[in-house]
């Protein structure tokens, strides 16, 4: 596996063969910058040398390890934006990290074809950090997925976060792990036949540590606000450069097989993102890696050529308004059909693709009927989904087993990239709750009212003594709640869905998983009200028919072809019981 030449890259420090360190900053209108190490060779205070367009660099004798920062001539001492590991949170000082001392063990690592995934999304610091995920690895393994999904892990103000209030997006947490310790995980997951995908943010920054504002204004509209403050102004080249060297440097010195984009309709340039798809593939070369979107935009062009998929949260409103009928707040855009609106979300992707969304109040969407099944990440829940809701609720604190058993299959067993979140493959019922470990107490504050001022507008919590119990973000106790518990995994309903979603996957491995390449669709129908039937061509000829039932009637399903793979609940022949679930496959040749 090759390796980006250091001087590839325009931000961060960069070791150079003769012992030295290039450190390079992007400050326009700074009248100077003065670079401090604070041990080593070069111990004390440099002035840097202005470049054109606004830069500054000095190459001097600092190890790996050496701590530094920033001197800005009209304001503040900082950590390096482009940081590679900090000491002292983020607000420290910035470490020098040399990216070629790791010795890798899996230099031979391929990964698998995307439309094979299956993803197992997970939180690094609920999991114990780096070390405590290796840990899980052999578990992971067995389980049958086949990619694990980070959520962020940059560096973050405080001891706890989700990750999504990163500001220093080159620099792994200290609260989870240092640089080696995440290529190690990194690469036992590779050694265990894992790849590893990293959640990354390029819309916004956290509301702590970001100094970027002091650095350089100019990385920032003032005509185009987010709901997290000002949009960040990719019309500036060094700009977009900061962020497409950070996708590559994720994939190449810590060997991500993948990256997912956070809530990239949130970012304001149209042509930022096709530009670091076709930089990142370049850097790249002939290794595969995968690049995943979130956008509430739907918009299906962006699949077509530059991104391989999307997280597709329509596919997993219509399964939770179905188990749980629940229909506040956007779930309301899925209140009427829904049964209908899964069909269209298993067979052309997208539910909008066009329509009015009565919840945001503008159309939405492109059609997206003419891309692949694995263009489409569905999930049963993920992250936001259960860590949005007030009181982090689980689907299986939520719905019935029997109910969430019909549509882990419908999951597991339509050709669409199917994603778990840590705990679905035991159903787990302990919360995922929003959390922060914000140290300014201001801030903390802020933040937990904020969040309960959110939710006033439910049903639920008009009540102000009912909202005054939605937990508090920053208290240690909302983290220890979120995670999980493996004593819970060993209770007699966890064991048997564990056994449930564990045959699942073993079954897709062995006999879907080789054949979803080039994978088109046959037909669709609704089965009454809340039931659907639909048939795929899968990419050696074989035909996969996949039924359910997700209501509490029974309904008449027309025979699948080809031989019963896999069935949840009451399941015979033209007919599903209520809540059930089943999938048939043909052999290519019939």
Known sequence: MTQARPLDFAFGPLPRPDGGTRFRLWAPGQPGVTLECREGPAAGTHPMRSEPDGWWSVTLPAPSGTRYRFHLGNGP??????????DGDVDG??????????????????????????????????????????????RLAALGVNTIELMPVNDFAGARNW???????????????????????????????????????????????????????????KDKPTPWGDAIDFREAPVRDFFIENAIFWLTQYRFDGLRLDAVHAIPDPSFLPELSE???????????????????????????????????????????????????????????????????LTEGFVYQGEVSANLGHARGQKSGHLPPSAFVNALQNHDQVGNRAMGERIYSLASGE??????????????????????EYGSRRPFLFFTGFPDPDLAQAVREGRRKEFARFAAFTDPERRERIPDPNHPDTFAASRPDAAEAGQPEQAAMAAHVSGLLKLRAARLAPRLAGTTLLNGAMLGETGLRV???????????????????????????????????????????????AAWLSDPAL
């Open 163 to 221: 990750g999504y209030d990163g500001v220093l997006p080159y620099a792994p947490d200290e609260a989870y792990g240092t640089p080696d310790d995440l290529k190690a995980l990194v690469d036992a997951a590779h050694g265990h036949g894992l790849a590893v995908m990293l959640d990354v943010v390029y819309n916004h920054f956290g509301p702590a540590g970001n100094y970027w504002h002091s650095i350089a204004p100019d990385f920032f509209r």
């Open 93 to 138: 000082w910035s470490v020098v990290v040399d990216h070629h001392a790791y010795r890798w063990q899996n230099d031979g690592w391929t990964t698998h074809p995307w439309p094979q995934s299956v993803i197992y999304e997970l939180h690094a610091g609920a999991m114990g950090g780096f070390r405590g995920i290796m840990a899980e690895l052999p």
């Open 403 to 424: 109910a969430t058993r019909a549509a882990l299959l419908v999951l597991l067993m339509s050709p669409a990239v199917p994603m778990l979140f840590m705990g679905d």
């Open 535 to 581: 048939q795929w061509r899968l990419g050696d000829g074989a035909v996969l028919t996949l039924a359910a039932q997700l209501g509490p009637r029974a309904v008449e399903c027309p025979p699948g072809s080809g031989p019963l793979l896999a069935s949840s609940g009451d399941v015979a022949e033209g007919r599903l019981g209520p809540w059930s679930a």
């Open 279 to 345: 930089r990142v593939r370049a850097a790249c070369g002939s290794r595969t890696v995968y690049l995943v979107l979130e956008n509430e935009n739907n918009d299906a062009s962006l699949l077509e050529t530059s991104f391989d998929a999307q997280w597709n949260d329509d596919a997993h409103h219509c399964l939770h308004v179905l188990l749980t009928g629940e229909t506040d707040a956007y779930y309301a855009d899925y209140a009427d059909r829904p049964a209908g609106k899964l069909l269209r979300a």
């Open 77 to 86: 001492t900082v950590p390096d934006p482009a940081s590679q590991a900090q």
